[in-house]
């Protein structure tokens, strides 16, 4: 199969697309079908974010975006958003000491595609996995619900870059649409523009 040459830009754990290629006004078809394409042959790699050891209040919004976020791909941290997990807890996932948990983490945020952060609580770790996350280029997107007397970190809110970093103030039934709007406008635009068209030889 002529394809996707080696050294073309795909991102990790990304596969080539095999579609014959279908005409239309000689625009190929599999352009205008790209967004069902990722879904189906790959799926996205989702890192959520929320607080831990600063505090588990709000584990249960973290499990109704874990599973809002499943639609999207596979959510590469589902542990955060385990209500048995505590602020106590020494073992995060598979990780069972912190210098596993941290290097857990950092070889999931490598492997993902994007970082959804609930960030209403104020936690350092979140705000490391931030920095990280910003730093290896991911595409990331904070979440906020506004409280009374309490503002978000400048380093969070200030931190906005179109189409690398944005912060939404949000009530819960904002989710599906705010969720909606970051895939397919943030993230699989730029794994869409990943591919090098030049090279691109359909089947």
């Excluded at 795909?10 to 014959?20: F, I, K, M, Q, Y």
């Excluded at 690398?164 to 523009?193: G, H, M, S």
Aim: hydrophobic share 35%; aromatic share 8%; glycine share 8%.
């Amino acid at each position: 199969m002529a394809g996707v040459g080696q050294g073309d830009c795909l991102p990790a754990g990304e596969l080539p697309v095999t579609s014959r290629t279908v005409h239309s006004n000689n625009v190929p078809r599999f352009l205008l079908i790209w967004e069902e394409i990722i879904v189906m042959a790959t799926g996205l790699k989702v890192y959520f974010c929320g607080s831990i050891r600063a505090g588990r209040g709000d584990v249960e919004i973290y499990g109704r975006i874990v599973e809002m976020l499943g639609k999207y791909g596979t959510v590469l941290t589902p542990f955060v958003a385990d209500p048995n997990l505590t602020k106590d807890s020494t073992e995060e996932g598979k990780a069972k000491t912190d210098k596993e948990i941290y290097d857990q983490d950092m070889s999931l945020l490598e492997e993902c595609n994007a970082i959804v952060a609930e960030v209403t609580q104020p936690s350092l770790g979140v705000g490391f996995e931030l920095g990280r996350g910003v730093a290896m280029n991911k595409k990331i997107l904070c979440l906020y619900r506004p409280q009374p007397e309490k503002r978000l970190s400048a380093m969070v809110r200030g931190a906005e870059k179109d189409g690398c970093f944005t912060t939404k103030d949000y009530k819960e039934e904002d989710l599906p649409a705010i969720f909606d709007d970051f895939f397919q406008n943030f993230v699989r635009r730029d794994r869409k523009n990943s591919l090098d068209w030049k090279s691109y030889e359909p089947m």
